[in-house]
């Protein structure tokens, strides 16, 4: 877990999981006032890796990728 603190006067404002923050989250300090802005440090860049076979041009009569001589 890590500890979210205030950037002004690091008053703990909550815990929070690796990876639980999804979308923006704005919050106010409640011993400061200020205003605290979080984002998720990026979108997972996991993807799944192409073997190189466009499946949509397959499936369509007289393409070349697809092997068929029309």
């Given amino acids: 877990m890590q500890d979210q603190r205030c950037g002004g006067c690091r008053k703990l404002l909550f815990k929070l999981e690796p990876g639980a923050l999804v979308g923006a989250l704005s919050i106010k300090c409640p011993r400061c006032r200020s205003h605290i802005e979080l984002r998720p440090v990026s979108p997972s860049p996991?993807?799944?890796?192409?073997?190189?076979?466009?499946?949509?041009?397959?499936?369509?009569?007289?393409?070349p990728i697809a092997g068929s001589t029309g």
């Fill in 46 to 63: 996991e993807r799944p890796e192409r073997d190189g076979k466009d499946r949509l041009s397959a499936q369509i009569p007289g393409n």
